[in-house]
């Protein structure tokens, strides 16, 4: 069982800066990627940002240039470093982690709120 817990969110100012992390249970050599998604209210949820265990990453393209996506194996963390947020940035962030065996775990999402 893998359970991720994030944490890090919170309330900014158009401009700003959050860290958002993730920590799974498992020892992160068997996971094979771990991924933010966001909701916004009214709006499905949406991929913001995936690491792979090669260290690939891929992020939608409203986050380019701004958000970064990182991971520390030895501390089974994933990072979600945001700057430059937007008020449209503003939603619940949930973490996916998908194993090597391809069951996959969403942990109990962080709020993040930009005003303008």
């Known amino acids: 069982q893998v359970q991720p817990v994030e944490s890090g969110g919170g309330s900014v100012q158009a401009g700003g800066s959050l860290r958002l992390s993730c920590a799974a249970s498992?020892?992160?050599?068997?996971?094979?990627?771990m991924a933010w998604h966001r909701q916004a209210p009214g709006k499905q949820r949406e991929l913001v940002a995936s690491?792979?265990?090669?260290?690939?990453?891929n992020y939608a393209d409203s986050v380019k240039g701004r958000f970064t996506i990182s991971r520390d194996n030895a501390k089974n963390t994933v990072y979600l470093q945001m700057n430059s947020l937007k008020p449209e940035d503003t939603g619940v962030y949930y973490c996916?982690?998908?194993?090597?065996?391809?069951?996959?775990?969403w942990g109990q999402g962080t709020q993040v709120t930009v005003s303008s």
């Open positions: 996916l982690v998908v194993t090597t065996t391809y069951n996959t775990y």
């Open positions: 498992r020892r992160i050599i068997s996971i094979n990627a």
């Open positions: 690491i792979f265990s090669g260290g690939k990453t």
